[in-house]
């Protein structure tokens, strides 16, 4: 059991995707936190953003696209498909949103996959061979130190928040200290050790130019997503969500437009998941219709519900749990 | 190729034989909808499991029909044990509409995953004296499909003669209107609610074991009509069985006729378009009210 832990921990490549799915599970599982912890939206439909931020993503870059383009065009076009969904719902009971984002990620799917799309979407061959981002990166020396310096900074900034985040809860919970300790000591050298693997990851950029490069930019854009998502949800606006999650009506009466606030997250939402999904389209290097089931869906949810709906930290804790879980 | 004036007839008849088989069902989903105010995702799953009982029994050498009747009973029996140990307890806890409709969908996983176990994932097909399909001059009528027209308009008949004539079918339409009136008016609402799951849980079976008489028998078989049975019942004003047999005829004959001019792939999507116009449009249906 010992030495078969130990060979996880010396297989670093291995780890190094680990921590690249971690971030990428943590991105589109923070959408749909915004849409179900925060706004109380049933989203079962979160592939569905997906399969469309993913494939719009990677056919821009085929298109000759640069990549950090192709993929704002990913995630604006999940959200028009919020839009599309949350205009004919929102302003109904809450079963019809559930109905309509589960058709709908299924029909996005089965359009992908469909013959008559072939010449688009390759059906279900799926697409491969695509650009990757970074792929022709070769940093400096000193570029490196710097990119090395810019991860430490994000990755400590995130383990301060978060576990001042976390750590807040549990002593409000009364457990014994010790357990408490030594759990977070246990985690704590556990993550030093993922820190200088990733580090030597970055200053060995050219031994595998796309693993690190993807490892950096979606750490990266998870912090600045959970950042984003932070302020936002500490705001007015994000208030009046949280409002309208405990209570529709009493948000109503207090003269908010409800309708315009849930559109806004829906798409926000969407557009999270679908930046997530471009990046691990990325990460495999390839894209299938069949990888936007329904099941992944479920999985999103099992991530935030895993955490603790409602809480971004939380979200990030769930894809940390269930990332290693299913990998 | 035939010309498009020569298809229409024979499309039409495919869907008013698909309409059938979704408006079985889409009268269970409405009236569990109006009796007891749940979505139910697990409906589809049913309809599965309506037709694996169908094909184990027939099988082992039953009769289709009866092996069809057996399966509906067991089905009903299913539905009881579920609303006594899942709905039942969770309307005492006066659990929301939300959790209501979380847990019909974990409830529809655990019942495919649990149909794939137990049968394996393969597609069956019923044993069947193999039938020629009725030339009726302008279209082919498969037999089955036949049969299956008839079955549901059978069906149809029972239910209307049901909620009419008789004093639960009464009972039903009243609790479904107001809950509260209903039980202040005496009416003991704990048995209508299981009235409802018997007719409903029967009802859905039987369209899954058409559904398999007139597809194949396989696991995904009711999850794949999940959306347009909500198509349907949603065209038809929720919680109104007959207008859910209305807009399951609608939605059965607009899925077959967009094959005219939309890849076959795309029919699911219909359902889903004419559900999202009727949403956007008139979310209160077609025919307003209930029953």
Same mark, same amino acid.
């Given at each position: 059991m010992v030495e078969y832990l130990l060979s996880y921990l010396q297989a670093k490549d291995y780890l190094v995707f680990l921590v690249t799915s971690v971030a990428i599970y943590s991105i589109f599982s923070l959408g749909l936190n915004l849409h179900?912890?925060?706004?109380?939206l049933l989203n079962f439909g979160h592939a569905g953003f997906m399969a469309v931020g993913a494939y719009t993503t990677v056919l821009l870059t085929l298109a000759g696209l640069p990549w950090f383009l192709a993929i704002v065009a990913g995630g604006l076009l999940a959200a028009v498909l919020g839009l599309v969904m949350g205009f004919s719902t @929102?302003? @109904? /009971?809450e079963d019809y949103l559930a109905i309509v984002t589960i058709g709908v990620s299924e029909v996005v799917r089965t359009v992908v996959r469909s013959r008559a799309a072939e010449p688009l979407t390759r059906g279900t061959l799926g697409i491969q061979g695509f650009a990757l981002p970074l792929e022709q990166f070769r940093p400096t020396l000193v570029t490196r130190y710097g990119m090395m310096a810019v991860f430490s900074l994000v990755v400590g900034f995130g383990v301060w928040r978060i576990g001042r985040a976390l750590l807040g809860r549990f002593r409000s919970q009364g457990r014994k200290p010790w357990i408490t300790l030594g759990l977070m000591g246990l985690v704590g050298a556990l993550g030093l050790y993922l820190w200088t693997v990733c580090l030597e990851s970055i200053y060995n950029f050219k031994a595998n130019p796309v693993q690190a490069g993807l490892m950096f930019l979606s750490v990266i854009v998870l912090a600045i997503v959970f950042v984003g998502l932070q302020l936002l949800v500490k705001s007015p606006w994000g208030r009046v969500l949280k409002a309208i999650r405990e209570d529709e009506e009493v948000a109503r009466a207090l003269g908010k437009n409800v309708f315009a606030y849930k559109l806004q997250s829906l798409m926000l939402g969407g557009f999270i998941a679908g930046v997530g999904a471009a990046f691990s389209a990325w990460q495999l290097s390839n894209v299938y219709p069949?990888?936007? /089931?329904t099941d992944l869906t479920f999985n999103t949810w099992t991530i935030v519900v895993l955490g603790g709906a409602g809480s971004n930290p939380g979200t990030i804790l769930g894809a940390v749990i269930f990332g290693p879980i299913v990998l | 190729m035939e010309s498009i004036a020569q298809q229409i007839p024979q499309l039409l008849t495919n869907g008013i034989a698909l309409g059938s088989v979704i408006a079985l069902s889409a009268v269970g989903l409405s009236l569990t909808y109006g009796v007891l105010r749940l979505s139910n995702f697990a409906h589809g799953d049913y309809m599965t499991m309506g037709a694996y009982f169908t094909w184990t029994l027939n099988l082992m050498g039953l009769n289709i029909w009866l092996a069809m009747v057996l399966s509906a009973a067991i089905m009903v029996g299913f539905a009881l044990g579920a609303e006594k140990l899942l709905w039942g307890p969770m309307r005492a806890k006066r659990a929301t509409p939300t959790t209501l409709v979380i847990l019909s969908i974990g409830l529809a996983l655990f019942l495919r995953n649990g149909v794939i176990l137990a049968w394996g994932a393969d597609s069956h097909q019923y044993k069947l004296p193999v039938e020629s399909a009725l030339n009726l001059g302008l279209v082919k009528l498969p037999f089955n499909n036949f049969l299956v027209i008839l079955l549901a308009l059978g069906a149809i008949a029972l239910l209307r003669y049901i909620l009419q004539n008789t004093k639960v079918g009464k009972a039903m339409r009243a609790v479904a209107d107001d809950v509260d009136l209903a039980r202040v008016t005496g009416i003991n609402v704990e048995r209508v609610v299981l009235w409802t799951w018997v007719i409903a849980a029967g009802l859905t079976a039987l369209g899954g074991s058409m559904l398999g008489l007139v597809e194949a028998v396989r696991p995904n078989m009711g999850w794949f009509l999940i959306l347009p049975l909500f198509a349907a019942v949603t065209l038809g004003g929720i919680g109104n069985p007959y207008g859910a047999i209305a807009g399951a005829f609608v939605i059965g004959i607009a899925q077959e006729m967009s094959t005219l001019f939309l890849p076959v792939e795309y029919k699911t999507a219909v359902a889903l378009l004419i559900m999202m116009l009727v949403l956007l449009?008139?979310?209160?249906?077609?025919f307003r009210g209930m029953m």
């Amino acid at each position: 059991m010992v030495e078969y832990l130990l060979s996880y921990l010396q297989a670093k490549d291995y780890l190094v995707f680990l921590v690249t799915s971690v971030a990428i599970y943590s991105i589109f599982s923070l959408g749909l936190n915004l849409h179900w912890g925060f706004t109380g939206l049933l989203n079962f439909g979160h592939a569905g953003f997906m399969a469309v931020g993913a494939y719009t993503t990677v056919l821009l870059t085929l298109a000759g696209l640069p990549w950090f383009l192709a993929i704002v065009a990913g995630g604006l076009l999940a959200a028009v498909l919020g839009l599309v969904m949350g205009f004919s719902t @929102l302003k @109904l /009971r809450e079963d019809y949103l559930a109905i309509v984002t589960i058709g709908v990620s299924e029909v996005v799917r089965t359009v992908v996959r469909s013959r008559a799309a072939e010449p688009l979407t390759r059906g279900t061959l799926g697409i491969q061979g695509f650009a990757l981002p970074l792929e022709q990166f070769r940093p400096t020396l000193v570029t490196r130190y710097g990119m090395m310096a810019v991860f430490s900074l994000v990755v400590g900034f995130g383990v301060w928040r978060i576990g001042r985040a976390l750590l807040g809860r549990f002593r409000s919970q009364g457990r014994k200290p010790w357990i408490t300790l030594g759990l977070m000591g246990l985690v704590g050298a556990l993550g030093l050790y993922l820190w200088t693997v990733c580090l030597e990851s970055i200053y060995n950029f050219k031994a595998n130019p796309v693993q690190a490069g993807l490892m950096f930019l979606s750490v990266i854009v998870l912090a600045i997503v959970f950042v984003g998502l932070q302020l936002l949800v500490k705001s007015p606006w994000g208030r009046v969500l949280k409002a309208i999650r405990e209570d529709e009506e009493v948000a109503r009466a207090l003269g908010k437009n409800v309708f315009a606030y849930k559109l806004q997250s829906l798409m926000l939402g969407g557009f999270i998941a679908g930046v997530g999904a471009a990046f691990s389209a990325w990460q495999l290097s390839n894209v299938y219709p069949d990888n936007f /089931r329904t099941d992944l869906t479920f999985n999103t949810w099992t991530i935030v519900v895993l955490g603790g709906a409602g809480s971004n930290p939380g979200t990030i804790l769930g894809a940390v749990i269930f990332g290693p879980i299913v990998l | 190729m035939e010309s498009i004036a020569q298809q229409i007839p024979q499309l039409l008849t495919n869907g008013i034989a698909l309409g059938s088989v979704i408006a079985l069902s889409a009268v269970g989903l409405s009236l569990t909808y109006g009796v007891l105010r749940l979505s139910n995702f697990a409906h589809g799953d049913y309809m599965t499991m309506g037709a694996y009982f169908t094909w184990t029994l027939n099988l082992m050498g039953l009769n289709i029909w009866l092996a069809m009747v057996l399966s509906a009973a067991i089905m009903v029996g299913f539905a009881l044990g579920a609303e006594k140990l899942l709905w039942g307890p969770m309307r005492a806890k006066r659990a929301t509409p939300t959790t209501l409709v979380i847990l019909s969908i974990g409830l529809a996983l655990f019942l495919r995953n649990g149909v794939i176990l137990a049968w394996g994932a393969d597609s069956h097909q019923y044993k069947l004296p193999v039938e020629s399909a009725l030339n009726l001059g302008l279209v082919k009528l498969p037999f089955n499909n036949f049969l299956v027209i008839l079955l549901a308009l059978g069906a149809i008949a029972l239910l209307r003669y049901i909620l009419q004539n008789t004093k639960v079918g009464k009972a039903m339409r009243a609790v479904a209107d107001d809950v509260d009136l209903a039980r202040v008016t005496g009416i003991n609402v704990e048995r209508v609610v299981l009235w409802t799951w018997v007719i409903a849980a029967g009802l859905t079976a039987l369209g899954g074991s058409m559904l398999g008489l007139v597809e194949a028998v396989r696991p995904n078989m009711g999850w794949f009509l999940i959306l347009p049975l909500f198509a349907a019942v949603t065209l038809g004003g929720i919680g109104n069985p007959y207008g859910a047999i209305a807009g399951a005829f609608v939605i059965g004959i607009a899925q077959e006729m967009s094959t005219l001019f939309l890849p076959v792939e795309y029919k699911t999507a219909v359902a889903l378009l004419i559900m999202m116009l009727v949403l956007l449009v008139k979310p209160q249906g077609l025919f307003r009210g209930m029953m």
